[in-house]
């Protein structure tokens, strides 16, 4: 009996292309049984079900040909598209998209901020770290409040503006973050406490809440925390890059009905 | 400060050489001047004159030192 493997996707066809590519089998090849079509739900917010599908395998020892020549074939093409998976080989690749990184763009941006430090205020240091496609800047003295500025608006144009000069330079697309004396996590653990405590108050309420004006990270932040909590959704609504950001309570009998 | 705007531009827009900033002193305020080539205006200036923003941010981070007020105006 060959082994079986199930994928779940968005609709049978996403399941299908997932499965092609950990599998690394080419489509012709793949042999699969639906076992949920799955359902986009009402306007895609209520009632979502993923689509499942069990693939079975060839076997083993065709399945390692075929893995070999894939191999290859990856390692050749796929060179530039680094993806997130956990298997050896993909984590070498990760690895030489680190080394690949130009080290013009850390240069660059190096040179950008600490232009704009240096205009600022004095004594300041930076030293930097690599991610697969972040780069870290860290500000170590000088004067703190004035680098951070109000509600960290300082901070935050400082980010982007790097962002923007290092991008434009650059062909991969690099995220840039700025850490000044460690205020990037104080706020982060701020947000996920905003966030906790008025999700609690929604769900006492039962009631929406709106967080007002936050750029992406910082929503991002929001909706990661929330993520876990079955009695609240989030969402943001809004036009540009401030949004507003919604916290839902869930209705008392979905939750019944789901547990 | 002018430098550094002048540099910041330079490195966003697609024809640096045409990148002019120029100051306008005054005894609290001054005025910087910045001029792109046409086809860079939107580069400068940003998705919802985010750009802009970012500039004028710094620069108020910036002058806070000096105790002065700057502000940048992008001149079509």
Do not use: W
């Not at chain 1, 930076?126 to 496609?133: L, P, W």
């Not at chain 1, 701020?190 to 929604?202: I, P, T, Y």
């Not at chain 1, 750029?215 to 929001?222: A, E, F, K, P």
């Amino acid at each position: 009996m060959s082994p079986r493997l199930e994928f779940e996707g968005k609709d049978v066809a996403k399941a299908s292309q997932k499965a092609c590519e950990e599998l690394k089998i080419p489509k012709e090849k793949l042999k699969y049984d639906v076992i949920s079509y799955g359902a986009t739900g009402i306007f895609g917010l209520v009632g979502i079900k993923k689509a499942k599908i069990r693939v079975i395998l060839p076997d083993l020892t065709s399945e390692d040909n075929t893995e070999e020549k894939d191999l290859e074939h990856n390692n050749k093409s796929k060179k530039h598209v680094p993806e997130v998976e956990r298997s050896t080989e993909q984590a070498s690749l990760d690895d030489k998209a680190i080394a690949s990184m130009p080290d013009e763009s850390v240069n660059l941006g190096k040179n950008v901020l600490q232009q704009i430090i240096d205009l600022i205020t004095i004594d300041a240091e930076i030293s930097f770290e690599k991610k697969s496609d972040q780069i870290l800047f860290y500000i170590k003295g000088g004067n703190v409040a004035i680098l951070i500025g109000k509600q960290g608006q300082t901070l935050e144009a400082m980010q982007y503006l790097v962002e923007k000069v290092v991008n434009k330079h650059s062909e991969q697309r690099i995220r840039i973050q700025i850490d000044v004396e460690g205020y990037l996590e104080k706020k982060q653990n701020n947000l996920k406490m905003l966030a906790g405590r008025l999700a609690e108050k929604a769900k006492r309420s039962g009631k929406p809440i709106t967080i007002g004006q936050m750029n992406s990270q910082d929503r991002r932040i929001v909706h990661l925390a929330l993520r876990d909590d079955s009695g609240v959704r989030t969402q943001s609504v809004g036009d540009g890059f401030l949004k507003k950001l919604l916290i839902f309570p869930r209705k008392k009998y979905n939750r019944k009905r789901k547990t | 400060m002018k430098d550094l705007i002048k540099h910041i531009a330079q490195a966003l827009v697609d024809h640096p050489e045409q990148v002019s900033v120029s100051e306008v002193e005054g005894n609290q305020t001054s005025v910087l001047e910045l001029k792109v080539a046409k086809d860079d205006l939107g580069k400068v200036i940003g998705k919802q004159g985010r750009t802009a923003r970012a500039m004028r941010t710094i620069l108020s981070a910036s002058s806070a030192k000096i105790k002065k007020r700057t502000v940048l105006e992008i001149i079509e």
